[in-house]
């Protein structure tokens, strides 16, 4: 049980985890408000995940984010998981009660849509259609978010089609499987254009895209941060579309969580987006 009065103590559980931005990023809000608190990395293993997180309120740790690999096995392990959550098929914030239930939720679906509104105010779910590359876990949380936004028809492109099909399968609602082959063709009438597969960021391959036949008005994002200009955000850049970098997805989605721990909701602001940027290697 928590003694009142100490140190409220947060943290991410990754492995690795030494990469994770989440405690330079949180480290940044607890100075900012003055809060008595630590953020800090936690290097589990996925044999011992689920025997750590069963120790948290032991521990005296209040909540925790959870990163690559261990998502998935937090919906298997908390004792409560949100209904969002539960469709995203992932966890990635946990509160740890009084009690020591551990409630879990996502919030990497707000995240994304709070980037999208700040990016880009003026698109809306009615614009169009939604053209989403990839279907990992990141775009399960995106797809929903879509959807649960007002979608009408949302196009799934991933090279392995049959992972789109399960994603479409699990989630539900107007999404259209369309093979990787055929992404520039998907292109067509596209009001928003995401994308969330590892394609662009630093050291992988760069995702080879033709924009000819995107309409001029549409939005165009990457979730990748590292760079923040994509290859995919330069090109459309220059063809005069609006682009909204992934920076912002990482920063949202890290909102709920703090404001469940020490109880402030934070501020993404310019001056945070440059203190977290500098602590991506280049
Ligand atoms: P995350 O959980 O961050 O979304 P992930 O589950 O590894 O990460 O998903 C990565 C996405 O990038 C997938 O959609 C993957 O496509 P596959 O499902 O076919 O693996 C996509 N991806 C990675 N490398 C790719 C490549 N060389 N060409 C096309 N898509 C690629």
Redesign the pocket.
């Known amino acids: 049980m928590r003694e009142k009065g100490k140190t409220i103590q947060a943290g991410v559980i990754g492995w690795p985890v030494e990469h994770s931005l989440s405690p330079r990023l949180h480290g940044y809000w607890l100075k900012k408000h003055g809060i008595d608190g630590t953020y800090v990395p936690m290097a589990v293993t996925p044999d011992g995940f689920e025997n750590f997180l069963a120790n948290l309120c032991d521990q005296g740790i209040t909540g925790v984010n959870i990163t690559v690999p261990h998502k998935e096995a937090a919906l298997k392990a908390v004792t409560v998981v949100d209904e969002k959550a539960r469709r995203i098929g992932s966890v990635n914030t946990i509160r740890v009660e009084e009690t020591g239930e551990l409630h879990g939720s996502n919030t990497d679906g707000f995240g994304f849509m709070e980037n999208l509104k700040e990016g880009a105010p003026e698109w809306t779910p009615d614009l169009g259609p939604v053209t989403v590359l ?6 399960r949380a995106i797809v929903v978010a879509l959807m649960d936004a007002g979608v009408q028809e949302l196009r799934l492109v ?3 089609k049959e ?1 789109a099909r399960k994603l479409a399968g699990d989630t539900g609602g107007p999404i259209v499987v369309t093979d ?1 082959d055929k992404r520039n063709e998907a292109l067509g009438d596209t009001a928003l254009l995401v994308n ?4 662009g960021m630093t050291g992988k ?1 760069t995702l080879n895209l033709d924009l000819s036949s995107l309409p001029p008005m549409a939005v165009v994002t990457d979730i990748v941060y590292a760079p923040l200009i994509t290859p995919l955000l330069k090109q459309a850049k220059e063809l005069g579309h609006l682009v909204v970098d992934g920076l912002g997805m990482l920063l949202h989605q890290a909102r709920p969580g703090f404001r469940h721990w020490f109880g402030v909701d934070p501020k993404v602001t310019d001056d945070l987006r440059t203190h977290v940027l500098e602590g991506i290697p280049k």
């Open positions: 990839g279907a990992g876990g990141a775009a991933n090279r392995t992972r990787w969330t597969t590892t394609l391959e």
